[in-house]
């Protein structure tokens, strides 16, 4: 299948075609209010033929996603990498944005599987995977052991991404919810996985402890990664940015730091509160490069 970034949401996707400038989130949410205004609160798009993406126009975060503005630097590079056949992991799948465009990358003869503990948001992820019978999406949370913990989503209607396990933090604001927690590698072993291309993680502080279940998958199976580095959510887990760097780095991988088309080494981490970035095995960081640069990424 084409790996191109589809057109997402209103005017012929004019916004996923536009690069970044100040206040085009600013009219992104315009352009959502107005529509809600008329009635219109579902934001839908068809980006490639076969496919339907939906997203609720009075979140913050499904507004860019609807838009196709959703973390452009990670997808970009996310579709640069995934190829036919092969196998991702989205930890945090949130709706689906990174899976749904992983599953048109993979086609039919790969497979992406959809982690999403958060009841109010799994039902759409569902939906929007409808149209991929490669894709899986599953209301199981990534963590360090097999258990049944508790979420608790977030208390701003406007902002779903915000909920979290009450093992990272309980804000005592949201609704909690039981689920069921299971490893990497017991995942990866239960469905006889030889092989991941790529594991998205953004986990709202659970970094570090789905990493410390992921000890065989990274060792044996060796996956690029894509981690979020939030400092502030991390330490509230009693844990640290400079801990999951440490971590990954002593598993033989590169981290490095994910802005627009650029790629810097991630440094030691002093104050850093946030950071996209890609973790890279040693022992193909050379053919990862290249074929990054190759695709308009510059190396910093």
């Known amino acids: 299948m084409n790996s191109s970034t589809g057109s997402f949401g209103p005017l012929g996707g004019v916004f996923a075609a536009l690069p970044s400038f100040p206040g085009k989130f600013k009219l992104i949410d315009m352009l959502a209010v107005f529509s809600c205004r008329f009635g219109v609160s579902e934001g839908e798009s068809s980006p490639w033929p076969g496919t339907h993406f939906s997203a609720d126009l009075h979140d913050r975060i499904q507004r860019q996603m609807w838009c196709g503005s959703y ?15 092969d196998t991702f992991l989205d930890v945090g799948a949130h709706i689906g944005y990174f899976s749904f465009h992983a599953a048109w990358a993979v086609g039919l003869k790969g497979k992406v599987f959809s982690f999403e503990p958060n009841p109010d948001l799994f039902p759409r992820l569902q939906r929007n995977l409808s149209c ?11 963590w360090e052991t097999e258990a049944r913990l508790q979420y608790e989503t977030s208390s701003v209607g406007s902002e779903s991404g915000w909920g979290t396990l009450t093992a990272v933090r309980d804000l005592h604001t949201g609704r909690h919810f039981p689920v ?18 790529a594991i998205k993680i953004d986990a709202e502080g659970s970094e570090v402890a789905i990493i410390r279940g ?15 580095f939030n400092d502030r959510l991390l330490q509230q887990a009693q844990a640290s940015a400079e801990q999951l760097r440490v971590g990954l780095i002593e598993k033989s991988y590169i981290p490095f730091v ?14 850093v509160e946030f950071a996209d970035c890609l973790c890279i095995p040693e022992e193909i960081s050379a053919t990862i490069l290249s074929e990054l640069k190759n695709k308009g990424f510059s190396l910093g």
């Not at 992921?214 to 979020?228: M, N, Q, S, T, Y």
């Open 180 to 197: 069921q927690s299971i490893t990497l590698d017991d995942f990866s072993q239960r469905h006889s996985l030889s092989s991941i291309r």
């Open 214 to 228: 992921a000890k065989r998958v990274l060792r044996d199976l060796r996956p690029i990664l894509f981690v979020e």
């Open 132 to 142: 991929y019978p490669q894709s899986l999406a599953m209301q199981l949370a990534i």
């Open 258 to 271: 994910l802005q627009e088309s650029r790629l810097e080494p991630l440094k030691p981490l002093k104050n």
């Open 71 to 85: 973390e452009p630097h990670v997808t970009r590079c996310l579709m640069t990498l995934l190829r036919s056949g």
